[in-house]
């Protein structure tokens, strides 16, 4: 089956290190914080008004013109919470770490499940920063292709947004060209299409640190050549590609069947293309004013909320020990609320101690409002406990199912777009037996709004043959026999599809 916590480490975020030592942010916890509340962001900030205001108001025309030009394709997402630091060295202790050192970044964007977090300085934040933003940003907007895009097409099309600006009150330019890309392509030779096409998550080219080697460069160069190169049959020919994709072809095979050339021909086009150096952007209309005024709720924030909102920052990246700090330095200033306690309670479930994760949010729970993420943490923490080993769960008794019950349907109650508790909901009906449909309701929907999550149709393919509908297993597994997809949920789908295959046992 599955570890329902062994999946926190993506719903969280979390990276696989700790760092010692205390923090020495007193002075920065007691500053004047805020949140700064929009449509789509929450922003928490001790620096200026004006200057939050300014960053509230571009993230929203992004949101706002990704939206317009998406429409049907725009997918729901967890409100993204933004950390706004009033400069660099505030902000340096909250940095990712890179060889025991904080990572040399203005802004960076950490995507999860629960929580899309953003975290930069406003000193900073200007057209860079917001590049690197709004490069993440548009992988999360468009992660409805992720299962089938291969990865220089994912990475092309996000750096094609990212450079965004608005033009006016009803238009919007994408595509402008990317100096660093250029500097890199002025002095290192195009790969071979053949292996640009090979890259994959576990590609040295895919994880070069700051997204300034040659493969980021080429997904850049290749995808503004198939969308803004002025060709209208290969503009025509690329809008063609993500269908032949989503049917099961190879990348290489989608391509030359799409553009209707060989790799090595539009190798040498590409080229000439680099060599031209007329990399138009494209402006867009869009349909509401971009440049309307926008509705801000601001609030202050006590020392115990900065304390858990700087803990729960720190957690996300990793920074395990020091987070526990701010978790504690928030109880001993508010015993009474309930932040500390689910601080230390997610805390506890990243480092898979499940006994405390329960203890902790329960303190939590019995001393006020918690957030979704808490009540989902809580039923994840208590199924696996009665787990009787890792991956594998039995039909629980009425009492203990209905509590894990109730939590996940409190956590969706607060948060009805998130598709991990969908899929754990789904996942313990299925075990229950009790109510497949409403399993298969559960996760389809997790599929829905998280498709770049795999597991979650291994899931989906396992209620399906559980209510006797082997036709719609197939073909959910088939989606997961696509060459990009992570090669132990296909060994798993092909496992599946195998058993279906076999003959019944006489």
Request: charged content about 20%; hydrophobic content about 40%; glycine content about 6%.
């Amino acid at each position: 089956m599955r570890h329902c916590l062994g999946a926190l480490s993506v719903v969280l975020a979390l990276a696989a290190l700790t760092t010692a030592g205390q923090p020495g942010a007193d002075p920065l916890v007691h500053e004047h914080w805020f949140e700064a509340r929009t449509a789509h962001f929450h922003i928490y900030s001790c620096g200026s008004t004006q200057a939050v205001a300014s960053l509230a108001t571009r993230l929203e025309q992004f949101h706002d013109a990704y939206s317009m030009l998406a429409g049907a394709q725009a997918v729901a997402s967890p409100p993204i919470i933004a950390v706004a630091f009033p400069d660099y060295g505030a902000m340096k202790p909250f940095l990712p770490l890179y060889q025991g050192q904080p990572e040399n970044l203005a802004a960076f964007f950490i995507r999860g499940t629960d929580e899309n977090l953003i975290v930069l300085h406003l000193a900073g934040s200007g057209d860079d920063s917001l590049q690197r933003i709004f490069h993440e940003y548009s992988h999360l907007l468009m992660r409805h292709n992720a299962p089938y895009w291969p990865m220089w097409l994912n990475e092309g099309m996000a750096e094609i947004y990212a450079p965004f600006e608005v033009v006016g009150p009803f238009r919007t330019c994408i595509g402008k060209p990317i100096e660093q890309h250029l500097e890199v392509l002025s002095h290192t030779p195009l790969m071979p299409l053949s292996k640009l096409f090979a890259v994959t998550r576990d590609s040295p080219e895919y994880n070069e640190r700051q997204h300034q080697g040659l493969f980021y460069a080429e997904s850049w160069l290749l995808t503004h050549y198939l969308m803004l190169g002025g060709n209208p049959a290969l503009q025509a020919g690329f809008r063609q590609l993500t269908p032949l994709l989503r049917q099961g072809q190879s990348p290489e095979q989608a391509f030359t069947n799409a553009l209707h050339t060989s790799l090595p021909a539009m190798q040498a086009q590409l080229r000439r293309y680099l060599e031209q150096g007329r990399f138009q952007p494209l402006e867009l209309n869009v349909s509401a004013n971009l440049e309307a005024r926008r509705f801000t709720y601001y609030r202050g924030i006590t020392p115990a909320e900065v304390c858990f909102r700087l803990g729960d920052e720190l957690l996300r990246i990793g920074r395990t020990d020091t987070a526990q700090s701010y978790f504690v330095q928030a109880k001993k200033l508010a015993p009474a609320s309930p932040l500390p306690y689910e601080g230390l309670g997610l805390l506890a479930a990243a480092r898979g101690q499940h006994e405390e994760a329960v203890r902790f949010l329960k303190q939590a729970m019995q001393r006020g409002q918690v957030s979704f993420l808490a009540h989902f943490v809580y039923a994840a923490a208590k199924y696996d406990l009665t787990s009787p080993s890792p991956n594998h769960f039995a039909r629980l008794g009425k009492g203990p199912a209905a509590e894990i019950r109730a939590e996940l349907q409190k956590s969706l109650a607060l948060m009805p777009d998130f598709g991990a508790a969908h899929d754990l909901l789904g996942f313990l009906e299925m075990v229950q037996g009790e109510d497949l449909a409403g399993a298969e309701q559960h996760l389809a929907r997790a599929v829905q709004l998280e498709p770049e999550n795999q597991g979650y149709q291994l899931s989906l393919a396992q209620v399906q043959l559980a209510r006797n509908d082997p036709s719609a297993a197939r073909r959910t597994l088939a989606s997961l026999r696509r060459p990009n997809v992570d090669a132990r949920v296909r060994a798993d789908a092909e496992e599946m599809l195998r058993q279906l295959d076999s003959p019944p046992a006489r």
